[in-house]
């Protein structure tokens, strides 16, 4: 009797053992998850883990993402994860208004299928010092799609936990009902003629009929792409027939700026011009030659990919898991007085001022810099200064220059009367100097 007491109690202990190892482990997997994060309506990395991210037209690498209902085409999404395991990474959409905030549709209005899908295309980096897992998705697809035009919300998140955000990207669904034009000229304020580009746009609705464009059209002007210097109207210059015409002097008035800085990093190996070292331990790095402050130069005419980035390998033959990562070293060269913030900027991170691409003063050097995780590669920069006030100013650096190669996309939504969504009904391109 006391023997089988004894076993008893030892398997009940066992037993515990057990269930506590069991209950750590589950634990600590739930610790190693993607975090929970507040979703933000932009362009945003959420993890400093998550980078190389791309959103595309097929294999139209340099264009906006857009999908057009009519023509049925898909876009390719693709990351890196420098975590390098294996994670369970799910996608969805949400339709949002012209403004990108969410629309009062429900995903039933606005979405294909089951919207949510899971990324089942993933594949490990082949010997790079800095491992990592990239993942890619092609959509519209069974299971997730839009059925309305108008702005989209690309959310990617782990483990079909929708608060566990990895990363969202805008991209834009068209169905061409009105077509418009655009052409660029130098600025009608005479301060600015040599620094600015205006944008004319003219609209022909077709068979739609618009009674009230102030009310039921806007205008969305894009330089190159980015959103952080967007600039939209509603008020017509002229409305007349199926014509209306966008063109007051005192509207869609963009900086020029300057031709981009860039840095070919294709080769960790050779290095390129801009390449000032590289040095390897447990990782790359590589460390850039002081950008000069262009603040007071004359334009010169140099050419640039108009703030993109390519992912591209001359060391191996494929970029996508053979392209290794290096921190890279970014130093600019300024006598002035800094009052604010200086922050690297392009297409590699959209535009977006974080902590990640700010630069600091090094006193020893005299320079201002800044350190990133950025896989081998073209890259176009520039750098910014946004003051105490929060103003950006984009020209800080560079200066503004009417020749600057630029290309601007504009988008033209209606929100038809009884509705309250906006609808992407034209949209067009037009490019200035752009230098091949």
């Given at each position: 009797?006391?023997?089988?007491?004894?076993?008893?109690?030892?398997?009940?202990?066992?037993?515990?053992?057990?269930?506590?190892?069991?209950?750590?482990?589950?634990?600590?997997?739930?610790?190693?998850?993607?975090?929970?994060?507040?979703?933000?309506?932009?362009?945003?990395?959420?993890?400093?883990?998550?980078?190389?991210?791309?959103?595309?037209?097929?294999?139209?690498?340099?264009?906006?993402?857009?999908?057009?209902?009519?023509?049925?085409?898909?876009?390719?999404?693709?990351?890196?994860?420098?975590?390098?395991?294996?994670?369970?990474?799910?996608?969805?959409?949400?339709?949002?208004?012209?403004?990108?905030?969410?629309?009062?549709?429900?995903?039933?209005e606005y979405a294909e299928g089951f919207?949510?899908?899971?990324?089942?295309?993933?594949?490990?980096?082949?010997?790079?010092?800095?491992?990592?897992?990239?993942?890619?998705?092609?959509?519209?697809?069974?299971?997730?799609?839009?059925?309305?035009?108008?702005?989209?919300?690309?959310?990617?998140?782990?483990?079909?936990?929708?608060?566990?955000?990895?990363?969202?990207?805008?991209?834009?669904?068209?169905?061409?009902?009105?077509?418009?034009?655009?052409?660029?000229?130098?600025?009608?304020i005479v301060s600015l003629r040599n620094?600015?580009?205006?944008?004319?746009?003219?609209?022909?609705?077709?068979?739609?009929?618009?009674?009230?464009?102030?009310?039921?059209?806007?205008?969305?002007?894009?330089?190159?792409?980015?959103?952080?210097?967007?600039?939209?109207?509603?008020?017509?210059?002229?409305?007349?027939?199926?014509?209306?015409?966008?063109?007051?002097?005192?509207?869609?008035?963009?900086?020029?700026?300057?031709?981009?800085?860039?840095?070919?990093?294709?080769?960790?190996?050779?290095?390129?011009?801009?390449?000032?070292?590289?040095?390897?331990?447990s990782l790359v790095r590589v460390d850039?030659?002081?950008?000069?402050?262009?603040?007071?130069?004359?334009?010169?005419?140099?050419?640039?990919?108009?703030?993109?980035?390519?992912?591209?390998?001359?060391?191996?033959?494929?970029?996508?898991?053979?392209?290794?990562?290096?921190?890279?070293?970014?130093?600019?060269?300024?006598?002035?007085?800094?009052?604010?913030?200086?922050?690297?900027?392009?297409?590699?991170?959209?535009?977006?001022?974080?902590?990640?691409?700010?630069?600091?003063?090094?006193?020893?050097?005299?320079?201002?810099?800044?350190?990133?995780?950025?896989?081998?590669?073209?890259?176009?920069?520039?750098?910014?200064?946004?003051?105490?006030?929060?103003?950006?100013?984009?020209?800080?650096?560079?200066?503004?220059?009417?020749?600057?190669?630029?290309?601007?996309?504009?988008?033209?939504?209606?929100?038809?009367?009884?509705?309250?969504?906006?609808?992407?009904?034209?949209?067009?391109?037009?490019?200035?100097?752009?230098?091949?």
């Open positions: 009797m006391n023997k089988c007491i004894a076993l008893g109690v030892v398997f009940f202990l066992i037993a515990g053992i057990c269930y506590g190892q069991k209950k750590k482990k589950k634990k600590d997997n739930d610790s190693d998850r993607s975090p929970k994060q507040e979703l933000i309506y932009d362009n945003i990395n959420y993890l400093p883990t998550i980078q190389s991210v791309q959103l595309y037209p097929g294999t139209a690498e340099s264009t906006l993402p857009v999908i057009d209902l009519e023509q049925k085409n898909q876009l390719l999404l693709s990351f890196d994860d420098l975590r390098a395991d294996i994670r369970n990474f799910y996608f969805s959409i949400e339709h949002c208004d012209a403004n990108w905030m969410p629309s009062r549709l429900s995903p039933l919207n949510e899908g899971r990324i089942d295309n993933y594949a490990s980096s082949k010997a790079t010092f800095q491992p990592y897992t990239n993942y890619q998705v092609n959509f519209p697809d069974e299971y997730v799609g839009p059925k309305l035009p108008g702005n989209y919300l690309l959310k990617v998140y782990e483990d079909a936990d929708k608060s566990r955000l990895i990363l969202t990207r805008k991209f834009y669904v068209i169905r061409k009902l009105m077509s418009l034009s655009a052409k660029v000229t130098p600025s009608t620094k600015n580009q205006k944008l004319d746009v003219f609209v022909k609705t077709g068979a739609i009929t618009v009674t009230n464009p102030q009310r039921d059209l806007r205008v969305v002007a894009l330089q190159n792409q980015r959103t952080d210097n967007m600039m939209s109207l509603s008020d017509p210059m002229f409305a007349g027939g199926s014509e209306i015409n966008y063109n007051n002097s005192q509207t869609l008035d963009f900086k020029g700026n300057n031709e981009f800085r860039y840095v070919d990093l294709r080769s960790l190996k050779l290095g390129s011009e801009r390449v000032s070292s590289i040095r390897i331990d850039l030659h002081p950008d000069e402050d262009n603040s007071t130069s004359t334009y010169a005419s140099t050419f640039d990919e108009n703030g993109k980035f390519y992912i591209r390998n001359m060391d191996q033959r494929e970029a996508t898991l053979e392209g290794d990562y290096a921190q890279v070293t970014f130093s600019l060269k300024t006598d002035q007085t800094i009052k604010g913030d200086i922050y690297i900027v392009g297409g590699f991170n959209n535009y977006q001022r974080t902590s990640a691409g700010k630069l600091h003063y090094n006193e020893n050097l005299k320079l201002w810099q800044v350190v990133l995780p950025l896989k081998q590669g073209l890259y176009d920069y520039e750098y910014v200064l946004q003051d105490p006030s929060g103003k950006v100013i984009t020209d800080a650096f560079s200066g503004s220059f009417y020749q600057t190669g630029n290309n601007y996309q504009i988008l033209l939504y209606n929100r038809k009367i009884g509705t309250f969504w906006d609808e992407l009904l034209g949209f067009g391109e037009v490019s200035i100097n752009n230098r091949k």
